[in-house]
């Protein structure tokens, strides 16, 4: 686990710890030391934690003119144990909602198992989000059919055009120009 890294690419364009809206504003990152684990294993200091035993993130880019941000995930996504999608949504995606995010791009590539429960905090999201989307990018299809099976699909678009696996060879802008364009032919409207 301690060399998974989060997508360091889009630094020069996005860094959250000089966000001064960012949750994880004035973070000091120290890579010396090893502190966070998922399940015993030390993971790389890059992550951020957000009060999960077992799911971590990284704020790869953001930007509040066009509403929208990405996001990389890494662990196990728990919400039958950990209530997962409780802590994500209070502790991070309603203080971006608050400056106006109200598209999320979830790359869950480094989504090592999913284990559900109901689905209110994901339909509580999707009716907050006036309009937005909330995308699930470049992730494993076992994770992909484990959120299917709790009817995820109702709140999250959860697609096989949405399998983007260059996305770390676009800009940020043009994965989230490419997300936009595959939305609206998955949902009939364009």
Request: hydrophobic fraction near 35%.
């Amino acid at each position: 686990m301690h060399t998974l890294e989060p997508f360091a690419g889009w630094l020069r364009y996005y860094d959250s710890s000089a966000d001064e809206l960012s949750p994880f504003f004035g973070k000091a990152y120290n890579f010396d030391v090893y502190s966070d684990t998922i399940y015993g294993y030390y993971i790389d200091p890059a992550w951020d934690n957000i009060g999960s035993e077992t799911l971590y993130l990284k704020t790869l880019y953001t930007d509040y003119e066009l509403g929208f941000v990405i996001v990389e995930l890494l662990g196990e996504w728990n919400d039958a144990i950990h209530n997962d999608i409780m802590i994500l949504k209070r502790e991070f995606l309603e203080v971006l909602m608050q400056h106006g995010i109200r598209k999320f791009m979830l790359l869950g590539g480094n989504i090592m198992n999913f284990h559900g429960s109901d689905d209110s905090y994901y339909e509580e999201w999707h009716q907050e989000l006036d309009g937005g989307w909330i995308a699930l990018v470049d992730t494993p299809d076992f994770v992909c059919e484990e959120m299917r099976k709790y009817r995820l699909d109702n709140y999250v678009h959860i697609s096989e055009d949405l399998q983007i696996s260059n996305w770390r060879t676009l800009h940020p802008q043009r994965l989230f120009e490419r997300v936009e364009e595959i939305l609206p032919r998955r949902l009939g409207s364009g």
